[in-house]
């Protein structure tokens, strides 16, 4: 499965704490073997899956979209607070 990211997702990585990069990575690694995995979301966010996992005690949600049965596309990652705001700017 070919794993494509957006800048977006590449600034936010590189934020981020060892704990929650390994906690990234299992979440990235469960959906890489079963695409569908996550939500699928409607009206303007169509297309869009939500999969969510725990980072410490708090759920943080990864958003990506399934281009082809062969390409998945990371949009964006972190805690739930703004994180649809920020997802529908883009």
Known sequence: MDLLY???FARQIKKMHPNEKASLDAAITKISAYPT???EK?????GVFIFKFKVNELT???AYRILDATSILLLLVGPHE???R????G
């Open 60 to 62: 943080w949600l990864l």
């Open 37 to 39: 995995v996550g939500v």
């Open 86 to 89: 920020k997802l529908k700017r």
């Open 6 to 8: 957006t800048p977006t």
């Open 42 to 46: 409607l009206a303007e966010l169509s």
């Open 82 to 84: 703004n994180f649809y």
